[in-house]
């Protein structure tokens, strides 16, 4: 049965707390689950928990660890998750680069030594909501993607995520993988014994297939971003790439394509993240910058849809809906 946005929280809140995260992070912790939950991201909800239970188990976490700032400057930071789970080390890191913004204008913030964080949305919302533009990467655990024109396993989805304030209360939110879909999406499809559409997914010898059960089972792989060499797949590969230059490179993290990268048994992940704020006072007076933002977006979303019952939308519209009804009819679990 649905449960109200609050209780789903504090749900989240008590578990954390009973492996032993101290309050503080467990709380920063479940607002970034259940940010996810209300807007029907349910890959990056509570259905994340047993996967890091597992990883508390395995000690790929530190469930008790707190982030902290190893190296600053008046624009930049560089913090230690500590082995942790990544939502208190990226919190910490967002509100680092938004006071860093709001100081000189523009705040970048490096992250190591981590672990999965959530959604990157979740994060480049927070400048959103103090006016800045804000941009967001992070590393991934788990290889699932093979190089354009390759058949081995060397990245992730690698996500990026970008977003600027408008007018009153809307602004744009972009939220992406570097790969043609969420693994989550394929998973969705193997477990209902599904198809998969055209240009989702690769087999073992890097062949297009429709078998969601390649990933899973079978030695497949992702696509990148484009689906096929033909359909500009390196576009997506050289994204996944710069987001690794920018999450471990940068940072001093794990390099994913090194053979035990997240794999070292005991050993967290040491995953990266990158962050980065900007003032659009900078450059001239935020109202109008808004005001722009405002303008392009609500044309984009004016444009004549091919299907009456299906306008146009811009990145963040989609989950508008689910909030409204999730806080009016509560969040389920199914």
């Given at each position: 049965m649905p449960v109200s946005f609050d209780r789903h929280r504090a749900q989240i809140v008590a578990i954390f707390e009973a492996w032993g995260m101290p309050s503080a992070n467990a709380a920063v912790a479940a607002d970034g689950i259940a940010w996810a939950d209300l807007r029907g991201v349910k890959s990056h909800g509570i259905a994340?928990?047993?996967g890091y239970d597992v990883w508390r188990r395995d000690g790929r976490i530190r469930i008790d660890a707190a982030p902290s700032i190893e190296r600053e400057t008046p624009v930049s930071a560089?913090?230690?998750g500590n082995g942790g789970l990544g939502y208190a080390a990226?919190?910490?890191?967002?509100?680092?680069?938004?006071a860093k913004a709001q100081e000189s204008g523009i705040g970048v913030v490096s992250v190591r030594n981590s672990a999965h964080f959530g959604a990157c949305g979740f994060y480049t919302e927070?400048?959103?909501?103090s006016g800045l533009i804000g941009m967001v990467m992070t590393g991934t655990a788990a290889r699932s993607v093979a190089p354009t024109s390759g058949t081995e396993a060397k990245l992730?989805?690698?996500?990026?995520?970008?977003?600027a304030p408008a007018e009153g209360d809307d602004f744009f939110l972009l939220d992406m993988a570097t790969t043609t879909v969420a693994q989550g999406?394929?998973?969705n499809l193997y477990v209902e014994n599904q198809p998969c559409p055209e240009g989702w997914v690769l087999d073992a010898l890097g062949q297009e297939s429709n078998d969601p059960k390649m990933i899973f089972d079978a030695g497949g792989f992702l696509t990148s971003l484009g689906g096929s060499l033909l359909g500009s797949s390196y576009k997506g590969y050289g994204l996944a790439v710069m987001v690794n230059i920018l999450s471990a490179c940068l940072s001093g993290s794990s390099l994913i394509t090194d053979p035990l990268h997240a794999n070292r048994p005991g050993t967290p992940n040491n995953i990266g993240h990158f962050f980065f704020a900007l003032d659009p006072g900078l450059f001239r007076d935020p109202d109008d910058f808004r005001r722009d933002v405002s303008t392009l977006i609500d044309s984009l979303r004016a444009t004549r849809p091919l299907?009456?019952?299906?306008?146009?939308?811009?990145?963040?519209d989609p989950e508008r809906k689910p909030m409204a009804k999730h806080r009016d009819e509560g969040l389920s679990l199914i």
């Open positions: 994340k928990l047993p560089l913090i230690n990226g919190h910490l890191a967002m509100t680092t680069a938004i927070m400048a959103v909501r992730g989805t690698e996500p990026i995520s970008f977003g999406k394929v998973l299907a009456d019952d299906t306008p146009v939308m811009v990145a963040g």
